[in-house]
């Protein structure tokens, strides 16, 4: 009988202590993140910007190195909230990075080792490749269609210039901020595990009402614009507040994100900002603005209200500052103009491209031999790919199949197509 107890005893005893392993573990285990976005708050040839999603109340640590080292360095993330949402956001800011050298981080939870690449220093002797659109998942399908397309090119980073998720700033959208990130976690990697960074521009569909001037009594300030675009201000490091702002990569390249209207006015603060702005880079080799309605639109009426003001109030401001081309958004098709300078075709010009149609479904275009601006329209799914090497630039647009549609400098087989 006493051997019976016995028995029984230590049946408990490891009972006990198997139950204890296994709560101990689900304790203090760190869970796989949702999702994670690589961006630039500062100079990307020497900084990064890494978040990630996940349930951790506490901080969480990233493993960090130089690619083809050993050792491994560890930064705690801040925490930040997620709205809507029991996650969180886990941010780590890394400065002090070589300019064009690979980095590779390990996520808590995570068995892949991922890296990215800072940029290079200067344009003497690297070019530089950027995926660009906008208007980016009315299905996260077509969104992750064209992100696998995209990465396919290896550019150094993406850009999307505003509608990301289509959310509207409301908490019952949250699955579709989820569904972003998710796919941009997935499919914005290229086959060797590279995570292309990426900067995004506010869009109408960040924000509740799509336009600040919806809400009665808007003020100019962070607390407002928060409240109509919670998502876009938590969920994206870079512009943050107050919502435009100016992301300089060594001395040849200023990429200008601006606000249409969406949190903030075009015209005053903003375009103050912006001539002051692009006055102090005019040495600057490239200087692109990335915003979301068009000026020149492919299918929206060219005297809409926001098309006229924006038209009106920043491309002078461009023209004299050296701005050579333009990305736009909101219409969803493609389009390309005709260099264009005071509101009229001028070699000397700047060429507007986008209309943002990265994951939506296109509409109808203008006949672009009846609108005076239009080099070039399609109605279909696309985005472009601008290369700069030294001074010049060059770009290629591909459809939602791959398919390339355009090319500047013209293509002469593109040429003969048309």
């Not at 005076?372 to 329209?377: E, G, H, I, V």
């Amino acid at each position: 009988m006493k051997f019976r107890y016995y028995l029984l005893a230590i049946g408990l005893g490891i009972g006990i202590f198997i139950a204890a392993n296994i709560y101990s573990n689900l304790l203090f285990a760190q869970n796989p993140p949702y999702t994670f976005y690589l961006t630039w708050e500062d100079d990307p040839t020497s900084t990064i910007t890494i978040d990630w999603h996940s349930n951790e109340m506490e901080f969480e640590t990233l493993k960090f190195r130089k690619k083809g080292t050993e050792a491994w360095k560890e930064f705690e993330s801040t925490v930040l909230p997620f709205p809507f949402s029991e996650r969180l956001v886990h941010r780590v800011g890394i400065q002090g990075l070589e300019a064009e050298t690979a980095y590779e981080i390990k996520f808590s939870g995570l068995d892949s080792i991922y890296y990215f690449r800072t940029l290079p220093a200067t344009l003497d002797k690297s070019s530089l490749k950027i995926a660009i659109g906008g208007d980016s998942m009315h299905r996260k399908e077509w969104l992750e269609a064209t992100n696998r397309i995209a990465a396919n090119y290896e550019p150094d980073f993406v850009i999307i210039g505003g509608d990301m998720a289509y959310e509207n700033g409301l908490a019952e959208n949250i699955q579709r901020i989820y569904d972003w990130f998710d796919a941009y976690s997935k499919t914005m990697v290229t086959s060797d595990n590279r995570i292309l960074p990426c900067i995004v521009a506010i869009g109408n569909h960040e924000v509740v009402g799509g336009y600040y001037n919806m809400h009665e009594g808007y003020e100019q300030t962070d607390a407002y614009r928060y409240r109509l675009a919670p998502y876009f201000y938590s969920l994206f490091a870079f512009p943050g507040q107050p919502g435009y702002n100016v992301l300089d990569i060594g001395d040849y390249l200023s990429l200008i994100i601006l606000d249409t209207e969406h949190s903030n006015p075009v015209l005053g603060e903003q375009t103050r900002w912006l001539e002051k702005t692009l006055a102090d880079r005019k040495g600057v080799l490239h200087k692109i603005p990335i915003y979301h309605v068009p000026a020149y639109p492919s299918v929206r009426d060219y005297e809409g209200f926001t098309q006229t003001l924006v038209r009106e109030s920043w491309p002078p401001i461009f023209e004299s500052n050296g701005v050579r081309i333009a990305f736009e958004n909101h219409d969803h098709a493609y389009k390309r103009t005709f260099p264009l300078k005071n509101m009229q075709i001028d070699q000397s010009g700047i060429i507007y491209v986008g209309d943002g149609a990265w994951g939506v479904e296109p509409r109808d275009i203008h006949n672009v031999v009846d609108t005076w601006y239009l080099k070039k329209a399609v109605k279909t799914r696309a985005f472009t790919i601008l290369t700069l090497e030294g001074r010049e630039f060059s770009l290629i647009s591909l459809d939602g199949e791959g398919n390339v549609i355009d090319a500047f400098p013209e293509s002469p087989l593109l040429m003969k197509k048309d």
